[in-house]
């Protein structure tokens, strides 16, 4: 693949970011201050835009630079809070383009973004047709909102707990990590849903272990001593929020969970080796 000819179209500042290098910092609060450093501004949105969604740069090599480029984007255009990238990030949750990066990070950029992003995300989550991680990462976004403006807790809990009532071919995964985040907006006030959930056997128990758990959480029960170290998860009992972002704590729980060799395929499904993604 001839990266000059991918790169010919980019100029600066914006053009910076493709030599900017590897990134192993996925804590949003640890991020480099991208529009300080590289002078972003608004007039760079669309620019910025097209890089982040750059199917030809992502697809390279992970031992190219220029590889890094489209993170680097995101992340800034999370720092200028432009509204203009929801729809195209949020693109980049199908299939075909879908990435462990962007998963682990872009639901932090929409919460950047802010609440502009609440109604595209409620709208992706309406349509079951999504890939079920996509749709975890899409419900991790609307917790980083809530997590930054908390006058949206409301709002943030009616769009997740539509997910738990039953469907025809419902996703375990999905209505797990919709638990896992209801339980991090401390939604008591979903409790008779998530229940019904965990009734019909709908919960997968790697998000957040038993029921007893989930209202030991919520503060609806007292812990049975001697119980909770057999019923809480690997994490502790705390699977929703991680240090970095709300999806790498679902992720990171998932790995724990399998005995996986450095010379394996990842098991998040990235199709490269474990050692070379997610270790």
Not at 195 to 206: C, H, M, T
């Amino acid at each position: 693949m001839d990266i000059a000819a991918i790169t010919a179209d980019y100029v600066d500042p914006v053009r910076q970011l493709l030599t900017f290098g590897e990134s192993t910092e996925f804590n949003h609060k640890k991020w480099p201050d991208y529009v300080t450093r590289f002078g972003f501004g608004p007039e760079h949105s669309d620019a910025l835009i097209r890089m982040a969604c750059d199917a030809q740069l992502s697809a390279l090599d992970r031992e190219a630079i220029e590889v890094w480029a489209p993170l680097h984007a995101w992340r800034a255009l999370g720092q200028l809070r432009a509204e203009a990238a929801i729809e195209p990030l949020l693109a980049l949750f199908d299939p075909s383009t879908i990435d462990d990066d962007c998963i682990i990070e872009v639901p932090e950029v929409f919460g950047m973004i802010g609440p502009a992003a609440m109604a595209p995300l409620a709208a992706y989550l309406a349509d079951r047709s999504h890939l079920e991680w996509s749709m975890v990462a899409a419900m991790s976004g609307v917790a980083a909102i809530v997590e930054r403006h908390p006058e949206y807790r409301d709002i943030g809990i009616e769009i997740v707990a539509k997910m738990l009532p039953q469907r025809r071919n419902e996703s375990k995964v999905v209505i797990g990590a919709a638990v896992s985040r209801l339980v991090e907006l401390r939604a008591v006030e979903a409790i008779d849903a998530i229940r019904a959930a965990f009734r019909r056997g709908a919960v997968e128990s790697l998000f957040h272990g038993t029921l007893e758990v989930v209202e030991i959480e919520l503060g609806l029960r007292e812990p049975r001593p001697n119980k909770a170290s057999r019923d809480s998860r690997a994490d502790g009992g705390r699977l929703g929020r991680s240090a970095d972002s709300h999806w790498e704590g679902d992720i990171r729980l998932l790995q724990k969970r399998q005995e996986v060799g450095r010379n394996d395929p990842c098991p998040c499904g990235s199709g490269k080796k474990y050692k070379k993604c997610c270790l």
